[in-house]
C-alpha cells in the first residue's frame, strides 16, 4: 500500500515570495490533514479536511495561508506572502475518517526554507 | 484546550539499557493518547496508543505505554534498548468528540549509543 506522498521535499525561497506543496493521501483515505513543525517543536495542526469540506483551520493563518482539496483527494497548501518565520517543516496526514479515534498516517514532509 | 508535555529533550542512552520517556497531558475531559516516532529523514510513524480498555498498551517492536490517569502520564518505556531506536518520539492526545484533532508535544531525542 502506498504511503502518503508529498513534494517538493525541500524549498528554499525569500521573504514576501509564494510557495505552494502538494499532497497525495493514501487512496480511500477521506480525512487529510496539514500540520506545521518548527524546529524543536511538536507538529501543530494548521487544517483539517473532510473529504473535500474544511473540519477544523482555527489554526491557520488566512491572512497568509490557504489550502484547498479539490475532488476530496490532493491537496495543496499556500503561503503567499511567505514569512521568515515561515521556515518549518510542513506535514501532510490522512486517515480512514471513519471512526474517532483514527489513526493518522504521515508523509516524508516537506521542509521550508525563508530566508 | 488540552496540552501534551514532554519535559526531557533529549534522552542518551546505553545499548541494551532500559529507558523511560517521560509525557504527561492536561485535559478536563477523555482522551486518547498516541505515541508517534521519527527516524531521521522520515514522517511520523504511530508507535502505540490507548484508546480504552487495558492500561497498559504494547508495540511490535518492544515498547509499552502505561495510561495513567491519576497522574495524567503516559510514560513509554522499552526494557533494552537498540541502536535502530535511535529517533524522535512524540507524545500526542486526542480529546473525544474532537473529530482525531491531535495535540502534540515537543518531542524528545532518544539517542543510543555503544
Known amino acids: 500500500e502506498a504511503g502518503v506522498a508529498q513534494s517538493p521535499r525541500y524549498k528554499i525561497i525569500e521573504k514576501r515570495q509564494s510557495v505552494a506543496f502538494w499532497c497525495n493521501p493514501i487512496s480511500g483515505h477521506a480525512t487529510l490533514y496539514w500540520y506545521q513543525q518548527i524546529l524543536g517543536q511538536g507538529p501543530k495542526l494548521l487544517i483539517q479536511f473532510q473529504n473535500n469540506g474544511v473540519v477544523d483551520d482555527s489554526q491557520l493563518p488566512k491572512d497568509r495561508f490557504s489550502a484547498e482539496r479539490l475532488k476530496g483527494v490532493d491537496s495543496t497548501l499556500k503561503i503567499q506572502p511567505a514569512k521568515l518565520e515561515d521556515s518549518a517543516v510542513y506535514l501532510c496526514a490522512s486517515s480512514l475518517g471513519g471512526s474517532v479515534p483514527d489513526t493518522q498516517y504521515f508523509g516524508p514532509g516537506t521542509r521550508l526554507t525563508v530566508l | 484546550a488540552q496540552s501534551v508535555t514532554q519535559l526531557d529533550s533529549q534522552v542518551p542512552v546505553f545499548e541494551e539499557a532500559p529507558v523511560e520517556l517521560r509525557c504527561n497531558y492536561s485535559s478536563s475531559v477523555s482522551v486518547y493518547l498516541f505515541w508517534y516516532v521519527q527516524y531521521p529523514n522520515q514522517g511520523l510513524q504511530l508507535l502505540l496508543k490507548?484508546?480504552?480498555?487495558?492500561?497498559l498498551v504494547e508495540s511490535i517492536n518492544g515498547f509499552e505505554a502505561e495510561f495513567n490517569k491519576s497522574q495524567t502520564s503516559f510514560h513509554l518505556r522499552k526494557p533494552s534498548v537498540h541502536i535502530s531506536d535511535t529517533a524522535e518520539y512524540f507524545c500526542a492526545v486526542s480529546v473525544a468528540g474532537t473529530a482525531s484533532k491531535l495535540t502534540f508535544g515537543t518531542g524528545t531525542r532518544l539517542q543510543v549509543t555503544l
Open positions: 490507548y484508546l480504552s480498555g487495558s492500561t
